[in-house]
């Protein structure tokens, strides 16, 4: 019998935790600069209202190709974003620890420990161990820390790259 009330209680609290009714619209943006057909997943992307989310799984279908309209809505921690022009929600990850800047000088791509001077006056040491090369100058740069590390993303270099503050 108490097996019966454990499973009948987790089932009210399972239900009420991923209920519909439970999202709540806190705005409408669009996102900045996105000219892609389909978001995958970890697509990392800033909102003309200035919040910065991280795609946790691809869309299923197309999205518009210039700066789509979409909807923000919020459950607890959880974040879905409802595009006017497509059915299938997209859930995302609220970025809060966001650093905008621009790299100091060229940026010459990765390689193992490499630097990365920032006009912030931040220097950046790459975690990882890839390799490639690049040749960009003062680009812009935006870091931002998920699940303890701490990414970096350059402009027109199609990586992220895993960095810790020197």
Same mark, same amino acid.
């Given at each position: 019998?108490?097996?019966?009330?454990?499973?009948?209680?987790?089932?009210?609290?399972?239900? +009420?935790?991923?209920?519909?009714?439970?999202? =709540?619209?806190?705005? #409408?943006?669009?996102?900045?600069?996105? !000219?892609?057909?389909?978001?995958? *997943?970890?697509?990392?992307?800033? !909102? &003309?209202?200035? @919040? %910065?989310?991280? &795609? +946790?799984?691809?869309?299923?279908?197309?999205?518009?190709?210039? @700066?789509? &309209?979409?909807?923000?809505? *919020? +459950? /607890? !921690?959880?974040?879905?974003?409802?595009?006017? #022009?497509? #059915? =299938?929600?997209?859930?995302?990850? *609220?970025?809060?620890?966001? $650093? #905008? =800047?621009?790299?100091?000088?060229?940026?010459?791509?990765?390689?193992?420990?490499? %630097?990365?001077?920032?006009?912030? /006056?931040? &220097?950046?040491?790459?975690?990882? !161990?890839?390799?490639?090369?690049?040749?960009? $100058?003062?680009? *812009?740069?935006?870091?931002?820390?998920?699940? /303890?590390?701490?990414?970096?993303?350059?402009? @027109?270099?199609?990586?992220? $790259?895993?960095?810790?503050?020197?």
């Amino acid at each position: 019998m108490r097996i019966l009330f454990l499973f009948i209680g987790f089932l009210f609290l399972s239900s +009420n935790s991923f209920s519909q009714s439970n999202w =709540t619209l806190i705005g #409408e943006t669009k996102i900045e600069g996105y !000219t892609g057909k389909r978001i995958p *997943k970890g697509f990392f992307f800033k !909102t &003309t209202a200035g @919040d %910065y989310f991280i &795609t +946790n799984k691809k869309a299923k279908n197309e999205m518009p190709l210039q @700066d789509p &309209t979409v909807e923000v809505f *919020k +459950n /607890g !921690t959880s974040y879905k974003l409802k595009f006017k #022009e497509s #059915e =299938t929600p997209l859930f995302a990850t *609220k970025i809060k620890n966001v $650093i #905008e =800047t621009q790299h100091k000088g060229v940026f010459k791509g990765l390689e193992d420990g490499a %630097y990365f001077k920032m006009m912030n /006056g931040q &220097t950046w040491v790459q975690f990882s !161990t890839r390799h490639r090369d690049a040749r960009l $100058i003062e680009p *812009k740069v935006v870091i931002y820390k998920l699940r /303890g590390h701490w990414y970096m993303i350059v402009e @027109d270099f199609n990586e992220t $790259i895993m960095v810790y503050l020197l």
